[in-house]
């Protein structure tokens, strides 16, 4: 009989379904060591949060067909490990999506009609009905910041309350957002129009404090804001200030930058309502993690498909080896050119040449556009569901093959957005992934970390200027290489940094004369 280990507290409701499909055993709180002694025998393992699957106890496991995390994140799962072995990872992506946008609504309403200050007023034995005068959110605007799974039901519901719905979400279509009923801005326009904004898009180094001083002052007087997403995506000093000096009246908080929030100014202010990051915490989204993981956990178990699978579908052991340094190049080609083009990739041609063009190209191609939507998206990406999400985008991709190559085994990439493109060449050196080419200039780069790359004329003094920048700045480059095609012509500048450069840095860098563009990306 199959044996199914629970090593964390899950919903009945999901015990059940797994019952029918096995021997369940249920032990929570044990040590890393107990863990490894049960799971040896253990065909399923289907944890929460409390369990941290480490590759130590993937490696103890001798019959483990499947790991199931019941949420959203499978950041406690060690995914090259389980994808090494073998083991299918599931989880559920779309378990909290509606309890996250009720929770929204729950903080937008409680600040817009001063609910908790009137509560403590009358716990207080007050009946004070004039200190805490609110508004309505009938035809007022709401601007979303990101229309994935979770903004999509913000705006469902934004609609029942007859709000005017503006959005920002560079990688949806506007032909999507129409149907929508949406009208598409850039953020800056979607603050000085909006009189309620909400936040659901994944912290990156693109959107870590998208919503600044900047923002706020173009916002209108008495703006509510609301962050449900991830801690980080405003500026905290500059929302302490912003609700002070009465630009924001009020701020709806379940995620801080450092949690709990104990040294926040932030928690001292009239203006500021807070959840201690309830998102996903609802009966009804424990119940639907759970369920929903343990019906992928009977799919697999009885040798069906899953439609959540985090990593890759199980193959054979001498093709996962094969094939596993060139999805991680594919992926990596793929964050590398959504990072550059800075907008919506339009369209993809992928060419995979030397061996690799007589392989099966399938779980390259997917592994490539997970790299394209993972910066993009807050979670739920994965190989299986990659190219449903990148055709809902309007994200077009065409792949050839080409059996010769200057770089034997290797992939190649050419991607465009709106106003710009990107090419790449790629290949594996001494099981390392190197950018052989990026945009027609040779190199030998292994992407990892931060990178900076200038696009600028070559003229004598140019790594000089930069490198002066950035080192009264404190940024230290680790690495630099230069290419050219001729001498005083186009060239291209790749800096390896020890971490990211600010804004305010790039825009110095973009002053110097004969610099064309600048982009910074981390990978």
């Known amino acids: 009989m199959l044996k199914i280990l629970i090593?964390?507290?899950?919903?009945?409701?999901?015990?059940?379904?797994?019952?029918?499909?096995?021997?369940?055993?249920?032990?929570?709180?044990?040590?890393?060591?107990?863990?490894?002694?049960?799971?040896?025998?253990?065909?399923?393992?289907?944890?929460?949060?409390?369990?941290?699957?480490?590759?130590?106890?993937?490696?103890?496991?001798e019959n483990l067909k499947v790991?199931?995390?019941?949420?959203?994140?499978?950041?406690?799962?060690?995914?090259?490990?389980?994808?090494?072995?073998?083991?299918?990872?599931?989880?559920?992506p779309d378990a909290s999506s509606i309890s996250v946008a009720e929770l929204m609504f729950?903080?937008?309403?409680?600040?817009?009609?001063?609910?908790?200050?009137?509560?403590?007023?009358?716990?207080?034995?007050?009946?004070?009905?004039?200190?805490?005068?609110?508004?309505?959110?009938?035809?007022?605007?709401?601007?979303?910041?990101?229309?994935?799974?979770?903004?999509?039901?913000?705006?469902?519901?934004?609609?029942?309350?007859?709000?005017?719905?503006?959005?920002?979400?560079?990688?949806?279509?506007?032909n999507v957002a129409s149907e929508l009923g949406i009208k598409l801005l850039s953020v800056d326009e979607l603050c000085a129009e909006s009189?309620?904004?909400?936040?659901?898009?994944?912290?990156?180094?693109?959107?870590?404090?998208?919503?600044?001083?900047?923002?706020?002052?173009?916002?209108?007087?008495?703006?509510?804001?609301?962050?449900?997403?991830?801690?980080?995506?405003?500026?905290?000093?500059?929302?302490?200030?912003?609700?002070?000096?009465?630009?924001?009246?009020?701020a709806g908080l379940d995620v801080f930058e450092e949690e709990p929030p104990t040294k926040n100014p932030l928690i001292s202010l009239n203006g500021l309502i807070g959840t201690p990051h309830q998102g996903a915490s609802t009966e009804e989204a424990q119940l639907s993690a759970g369920t929903i993981v343990a019906e992928q956990?009977?799919?697999?178990?009885?040798?069906?498909?899953?439609?959540?699978?985090?990593?890759?579908?199980?193959?054979?052991?001498?093709?996962?080896?094969?094939?596993?340094?060139y999805l991680v190049l594919a992926e990596k080609m793929g964050s590398m050119s959504i990072q550059y083009l800075d907008n919506s990739i339009d369209i993809v041609e992928i060419t995979y040449m030397g061996d690799l063009a007589k392989e099966k190209t399938e779980m390259l191609k997917r592994a490539f556009l997970k790299g394209i939507l993972s910066p993009i998206l807050l979670a739920g990406v994965n190989l299986v569901n990659a190219p449903v999400i990148a055709k809902n985008?309007?994200?077009?991709?065409?792949?050839?093959?080409?059996?010769?190559?200057?770089?034997?085994?290797?992939?190649?990439?050419?991607?465009?957005?709106?106003?710009?493109?990107?090419?790449?060449?790629?290949?594996?050196?001494?099981?390392?992934?190197?950018?052989?080419?990026?945009?027609?200039?040779?190199m030998d780069i292994k992407p990892e970390g931060t990178i900076c790359i200038i696009k600028h004329i070559d003229r004598p003094g140019m790594v000089g200027k930069v490198g002066l920048i950035l080192g009264e700045h404190g940024i230290n480059i680790a690495g630099m290489q230069v290419g050219r095609k001729e001498p005083g012509g186009h060239s291209i500048m790749f800096l390896d940094i020890d971490h990211m450069i600010p804004e305010e840095v790039m825009d110095e860098i973009k002053k110097i004369e004969n610099v064309r563009a600048v982009r910074a990306i981390n990978i």
């Open 297 to 325: 956990t009977v799919k697999i178990l009885k040798g069906e498909s899953a439609e959540n699978v985090v990593n890759l579908p199980m193959v054979p052991t001498e093709k996962m080896k094969k094939l596993m340094p």
């Open 106 to 174: 729950g903080l937008m309403l409680s600040a817009a009609r001063n609910i908790p200050q009137a509560t403590a007023s009358l716990k207080k034995g007050e009946w004070d009905r004039k200190s805490f005068k609110g508004m309505e959110v009938y035809a007022k605007t709401l601007g979303i910041v990101g229309l994935g799974r979770i903004g999509q039901q913000v705006a469902k519901r934004a609609q029942a309350f007859e709000m005017n719905i503006v959005a920002y979400d560079p990688y949806i279509p506007e």
């Open 7 to 61: 090593t964390d507290p899950l919903h009945e409701s999901a015990i059940e379904i797994l019952k029918e499909a096995g021997e369940v055993e249920i032990a929570t709180g044990i040590s890393i060591e107990e863990i490894k002694q049960k799971i040896k025998d253990a065909d399923a393992l289907v944890v929460r949060s409390g369990t941290t699957v480490t590759k130590e106890i993937i490696d103890a496991s």
């Open 195 to 250: 009189e309620f904004i909400t936040l659901h898009v994944p912290l990156t180094t693109k959107t870590k404090h998208m919503i600044g001083k900047t923002q706020f002052d173009l916002m209108k007087n008495n703006t509510i804001i609301i962050n449900c997403a991830r801690g980080g995506l405003i500026d905290e000093n500059a929302l302490y200030d912003a609700i002070n000096c009465g630009k924001v009246k009020a």
């Open 393 to 442: 985008r309007n994200i077009r991709l065409v792949e050839g093959i080409m059996a010769e190559s200057d770089y034997g085994n290797s992939i190649k990439i050419v991607a465009r957005g709106k106003n710009d493109e990107i090419s790449l060449i790629g290949s594996i050196e001494h099981k390392e992934v190197v950018f052989r080419e990026i945009n027609g200039y040779r």
């Open 67 to 92: 790991i199931a995390r019941a949420g959203v994140g499978v950041d406690n799962v060690d995914l090259d490990a389980a994808t090494e072995k073998g083991v299918v990872v599931v989880n559920a």
